[in-house]
């Protein structure tokens, strides 16, 4: 059965997902693929069910290729980026979703934890675009999955991770100015709670999260990559350097 939208937007175009194999990252490969695209996707710890979603994909009548790159691994993220646009000929979207949390005090937070926080969550997209934007001609699309908790942090403990997410903001400023030129726009998705292995609907936090929103219900994954696919395509094309909330309000 096709999984196809009835007007596909994004028909002959090339995706690369960092992080495509759970959550937030399979709900885009999904969607980019109905939407028409060819989509790579990188995986670390789940080999099963990023073959299961390249399957999937196959069947409602899409292409996908799954590729193991840890995304804090400069050159293998580079690597697979390259295998990805040598494959299937061409490279037009790259979306950062991988993206890790590290939760503690301050005073007993690993340095180690801090590093790969921002290895995966904020040097991998400055390293993804770098390679990525060697393939994109004029319309290309860079999206990152940052977080609400760029703008709002309301517990402790979180300071490493909103700090990753802040530094999201000004790297997509400065990279819209970097491609604007070449007509590449360069957006920061900024998703408030949304139920996936990282924050389960059903987790310790949640309750308290929702009384915290506007919309006191956690978002979906499909929500944010209906945003994503609409980002990707040729409607959203005045769009760039931008950060763009999809969190219930957690941040008004
Ligand atoms: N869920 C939320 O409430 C929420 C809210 C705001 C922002 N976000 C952001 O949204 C993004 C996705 O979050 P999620 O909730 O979907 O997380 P998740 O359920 O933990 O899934 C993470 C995905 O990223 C992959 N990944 C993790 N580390 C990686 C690495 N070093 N290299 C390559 N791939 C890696 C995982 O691959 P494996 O399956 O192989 O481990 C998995 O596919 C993250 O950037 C997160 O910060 C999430």
Do not use: C, W
Not at 90 to 115: C, Q, T
Not at 176 to 205: E, Y
Not at 221 to 245: D, H, K, M, N, R
Request: proline share 4%; hydrophobic share 45%.
């Amino acid at each position: 059965m096709s999984n196809q939208q009835s007007n596909p937007s994004l028909v002959s175009k090339v995706a690369f997902v960092q992080g495509g194999s759970r959550g937030i990252g399979a709900a885009i490969v999904r969607r980019l693929a109905a939407e028409g695209a060819t989509v790579a996707f990188t995986y670390v710890t789940s080999p099963d069910k990023a073959q299961a979603l390249v399957s999937e994909v196959e069947a409602g009548g899409g292409r996908a290729l799954a590729i193991q790159a840890d995304s804090a691994d400069a050159v293998a993220l580079k690597q697979a980026i390259s295998i990805a646009a040598e494959t299937f000929g061409r490279l037009d979207i790259l979306v950062n979703n991988a993206g890790v949390l590290a939760l503690g005090p301050v005073e007993e937070f690993k340095l180690d934890d801090f590093d790969r926080t921002l290895a995966v969550n904020v040097r991998s997209v400055f390293v993804a675009t770098q390679e990525a934007v060697r393939y994109m001609k004029e319309g290309g699309r860079v999206i990152t999955i940052g977080s609400t908790n760029a703008e709002r942090m309301p517990f402790a403990g979180g300071a490493a991770y909103a700090m990753s997410k802040s530094a999201l903001v000004g790297l997509t400023k400065g990279l819209s100015r970097d491609l604007g030129a070449r007509g590449i726009t360069v957006n920061n998705v900024q998703p408030g709670p949304v139920d996936t292995d990282m924050n389960p609907d059903s987790g310790d936090f949640a309750e308290t999260l929702k009384g915290l929103m506007a919309l006191p219900r956690y978002g979906k994954v499909e929500e944010v990559a209906s945003f994503v696919a609409y980002l990707a395509g040729p409607e959203a094309g005045y769009i760039t350097g931008a950060s763009l909330s999809i969190d219930g309000g957690f941040s008004a």
